[in-house]
């Protein structure tokens, strides 16, 4: 099956933050205030994707209200965070909307996302994700996290 037909069968799509919707640095300024940089065309494209009926799950190690701001922001509903097991969550999600894993997607960078890039239909990685997860992904972005790997993604889900 080719990569085009992989992301035609994509009903449900997660993502994980820190290094995906980012770059993967985060700002805590003197007075212990956070702050990340989140791409306009990474936004653009995920309200697309509601737009189209793409269910969307975000799914993040840490805590962050800067996150939480932004999820809101782009209307994702589906947001869990400070989770340490993102695959449980994940499947949970998939039988709520009755959509099959082979249907579903996920983009990740780093070990902690490896546990559900192995049971999602396409596994997908950014550009500057770990070797491990690179090697278990059936498709690894041009760009980076925080660069538009997610538009990236997004455009070829509604193409």
Do not use: W
């Not at 936004?43 to 793409?54: F, H, M, S, T």
């Not at 996150?67 to 965070?81: H, P, Q």
């Not at 249907?103 to 994700?129: H, M, Q, T, W, Y």
């Amino acid at each position: 099956m080719t990569i085009k037909n992989l992301f035609k069968k994509v009903d449900l799509i997660g993502f994980d933050v820190d290094g995906v919707f980012t770059d993967g640095r985060i700002h805590i300024n003197e007075d212990g205030v956070e702050s990340k940089v989140f791409h306009t065309h990474d936004g653009q494209g995920i309200r697309q994707l509601i737009k189209a009926g793409k269910k969307i799950l975000v799914i993040s190690g840490r805590e962050s209200n800067a996150t939480a701001k932004r999820m809101k922001e782009l209307g994702i509903t589906d947001v869990f965070l400070g989770c340490k097991n993102k695959e449980t969550i994940f499947i949970e999600k998939s039988k709520d909307y009755e959509i099959p894993l082979s249907r579903c997607a996920f983009v990740g960078d780093d070990i902690a996302d490896k546990s559900i890039l192995e049971i999602v239909g396409l596994p997908i990685s950014v550009a500057n994700a770990h070797d491990e997860v690179k090697n278990i992904s059936a498709y690894i972005t041009k760009k980076s996290g925080g660069a538009g790997a997610i538009r990236e993604i997004t455009d070829l889900l509604i193409t």
